[in-house]
């Protein structure tokens, strides 16, 4: 992971040293390398730098986030020239955060001292009211999403089907010849941290069980459509529909796991019509399940829907198009994708389904002018699908 650098190194590096600088705000999921990048990112900077983590139990408060501010200001008359790197991590878990930097950011920008913010996230809706409400117009915001394919491949020799399997986290790439090692290591390290203390401790959950219980069934059922009705009889003590939609739009926030809608243009879509649930890495459902990469290519079923759901994971981390589905009756398309007019549907070949043209006839019919693009078997190679961004097909 040291010798590799993901190319948001030079988004970020580019946008720092910009005339008309913003606080720049890098989002993404446990483990993806936010807090890496950022040291990168110091390390690349002429002056000197701060970098300070609330990723801690005991909640930060608003004096901690002015007294680490205060502490990158006193190095200022150091560098006057080139300036003062200040990065947090986890700003979401600090009291009243956006609140604070919003008045810290304007005094800075009153006294043009030169300090240069970084601010690290890893969860969406945490962070979402205190950019919408405080910094609107004073912050950009750079996404980190999981590894992809590619960066997984250059940066530790992935295969494709080691992609497929262990999924796009860097951290455990070290460890896939020990298999129960790695799977320990996702579950304790990464889902485990992800749901208690990028979830449960920043959100009110009525029934945290409930939550870890939807999260299990995301991972069992990725890739697959399941009604919520289906789900509350899936799920001990389930409560109502609308609880656990709203889990799964938290566990979309954490990088987790979300539910797609299905695709009706020209419509506003029934958000809680029957999702197509979708785990953001792979990794997370074979760890979950505890299975080893044997087993999983020995059942084609299994491997179709590993195969489905890196390539939904792929979809959405591309944060310039929707992803959704189709389905009407038993005819189905895997995904189908939005940017602005353009539409696109994607139907994959794989050892889930003997044939997936049959539902691309229908949707075909239904949308003669949504453009088709077949994946995998005599359509486009899944490598190449999966090295490429998505919104470049469009």
């Keep these: 992971m040291q010798a590799f650098q993901r190319p948001l190194l030079k988004i970020a590096s580019a946008r720092l040293v910009e005339p008309s600088r913003r606080i720049q705000i890098l989002l993404g999921p446990r483990q993806v390398g936010k807090t890496t990048l950022a040291l990168q990112l110091a390390k690349s900077h002429d002056g000197p730098d701060h970098y300070a983590s609330a990723d801690d139990p005991i909640l930060r408060d608003a004096a901690w986030l002015q007294a680490q501010w205060l502490a990158a200001r006193a190095l200022v008359p150091d560098a006057p ?8 991590d986890e700003v979401q878990k600090i009291e009243r955060w956006s609140e604070v930097i919003k008045r810290l950011w304007d005094e800075e920008q009153r006294a043009g001292s030169g300090l240069k913010v970084v601010l690290l996230g890893s969860t969406a809706l945490g962070l979402q009211s205190g950019l919408s409400e405080s910094l609107a117009g004073r912050f950009e915001l750079i996404r980190a999403p999981h590894w992809s394919f590619g960066e997984m491949r250059d940066g530790f020799g992935f295969s494709l089907d080691e992609f497929f399997f262990f999924g796009g986290y860097p951290g455990a790439a070290g460890m896939i010849k020990d298999e129960r090692r790695w799977g320990a290591y996702i579950r304790d390290a990464i889902l ?7 979830v449960l401790l920043l959100n009110r959950i009525d029934k945290p069980a409930l939550l870890r219980s939807v999260m299990r069934l995301a991972c069992d059922y990725s890739g697959q459509i399941l009604s919520y009705q289906k789900m509350t009889g899936q799920l001990i003590d389930a409560g109502n529909t609308t609880t656990i939609a709203h889990y799964l739009d938290l566990l979309a926030g954490a990088g987790l796991a979300q539910g797609l809608e299905r695709y009706s243009p020209g419509k506003v879509r029934q958000r809680r019509s029957s999702p197509k649930l979708l785990a953001l890495n792979t990794g997370l459902i074979t760890a979950s399940a505890r299975l080893s990469i044997d087993q ?6 299994l491997w179709g829907r590993l195969v489905e759901s890196a390539v939904g994971a792929h979809l959405v981390s591309d944060d310039t198009i929707e992803t959704a589905y189709w389905r009407e009756s038993a005819h189905e398309v895997d995904f189908v994708i939005e940017q602005g007019t353009a539409a696109m549907a994607i139907d994959l070949k794989s050892g889930r389904k003997r044939d997936s043209l049959p539902g691309m006839r229908r949707f075909g019919d239904r949308y003669p002018g949504v453009k088709q693009l077949l994946v995998g078997a005599d359509g486009l190679p899944l490598e190449q699908f999966m090295t490429a961004p998505p919104g470049e097909f469009l």
């Design 192 to 198: 485990e941290p992800s749901l208690s203390r990028d």
């Design 296 to 301: 999983a290519r020995s059942d084609p079923a």
């Design 81 to 88: 020239a080139v300036g003062v790197l200040l990065v947090i």
